[in-house]
């Protein structure tokens, strides 16, 4: 049980430690809207969901429409205009705008992170 928690504490250490740089941000100093999505995932995989939420709000919702989407190419879950993959998609773009914009808001207006 402990060697299997040093492998996996291990694990979450290399990962951390080879996040994929946002070439955005390295070119123009601005936060893309997928900046924090990283981090968050790796916030939930430690379990710590409020700290994923607030690095990424985005991060469970996008999760499950990924898994819905493998779910659907399986099963056939949705019917044939795919109305539920657009409404989710729709929802997961508002959610991932939405904050966007709250985070260019307290860059901007308050100079520096409120995160």
């Not at 299997?4 to 070439?23: E, K």
């Not at 539920?84 to 307290?106: A, D, P, Q």
């Amino acid at each position: 049980m402990i060697h299997a928690s040093c492998n996996q504490l291990g694990f979450i250490r290399w990962l951390q430690g080879h996040l994929l740089p946002c070439p955005f941000k390295y070119l123009t100093g601005i936060d893309c809207p997928g900046c924090g999505f990283q981090r968050s995932v790796m916030a939930l995989i430690q379990g710590d969901l409020q700290k994923s939420f607030l690095l990424y709000p985005a991060t469970i919702p996008l999760i499950l429409f990924f898994l819905y989407g493998i779910a659907d190419r399986l099963f056939k879950l949705d019917n044939e205009k795919h109305i539920i993959k657009k409404t989710v998609f729709l929802i997961n773009g508002n959610i991932v705008l939405i904050s966007y914009c709250v985070k260019m808001w307290h860059v901007y207006h308050y100079g520096s992170y409120a995160y």
